[in-house]
């Protein structure tokens, strides 16, 4: 079965450190791969994504994700993190139609 | 720009009401989504269509249904409201392969 794990449910982290954020999958083959991230009251906005080539792709807002197939995982960081980051972040995986985590929420404290 | 835009973002209504959320996208992606977002559950797949006159049931169909009439709306339907259908509602769509865009919501309550 097709499948995503967020271990984390809530993350704290201080303004300025750095951030990893776990993903895990299961699927038949290697999927695409993407980060998503979800502010209070709004939509899904894409992070990074992962289609092929270099298993380290680079996103908006600072955000970088490696994927490494061996341990079928895509864990997104960030090297400094700051108080507009505080959101929930989605990993998902899939083609044309996505399966999602259950998502990790940040909170950044001063 | 190119948006997806989801009608109303907010409503009240009864059980045993029929409901129609709208979501309309000018990305002329063939593509569209219907999700809900419930706590600790992340986004579930409702239903999807790979372009017009195509719909698809995903994960948690029961009780909704889609049609696809035109490149750009997939509304979704409630037939007959439940109690266990109050969530927040989103669709997306993308072009074949590509990452999907989001519109904003629609927050359901159903008393």
């Known amino acids: 079965a097709q499948s995503v794990t967020q271990p984390d449910i809530h993350i704290t982290v201080s303004e300025g450190a750095s951030l990893e954020l776990r993903c895990n999958y299961s699927?038949?083959?290697?999927?695409?791969l993407f980060w998503y991230v979800q502010s209070p009251g709004q939509g899904l906005q894409l992070l990074l994504k992962y289609f092929s080539g270099d298993t380290l792709v680079q996103g908006i807002k600072g955000f970088e994700a490696e994927f490494k197939r061996s341990q079928s995982s895509f864990n997104l960081r960030k090297p400094s993190v700051h108080w507009s980051d505080a959101a929930e972040y989605f990993c998902?995986?899939?083609?044309?139609?996505?399966?999602f985590g259950t998502g990790t929420r940040l909170l950044v404290s001063p | 720009d190119a948006e997806i835009t989801q009608s109303p973002r907010h409503k009240i209504t009864e059980t045993g009401r029929q409901v129609t959320l709208a979501c309309h996208q000018t990305?002329?992606?063939?593509?569209m989504f219907w999700y809900r977002q419930d706590l600790g559950h992340g986004l579930r797949l409702i239903h999807y269509s790979y372009g017009v006159q195509d719909t698809n049931k995903g994960e948690v169909s029961d009780g909704y249904s889609v049609s696809r009439s035109n490149t750009e709306d997939l509304p979704l339907t409630l037939e007959s409201a439940a109690s266990s259908q109050t969530s927040v509602y989103f669709c997306a769509s993308s072009e074949s392969g590509g990452p999907q865009h989001f519109g904003d919501g629609t927050r359901l309550s159903i008393l």
């Open positions: 699927y038949g083959a290697t999927p695409y």
């Open positions: 998902a995986v899939g083609f044309q139609k996505l399966v």
């Open positions: 990305w002329n992606h063939n593509n």
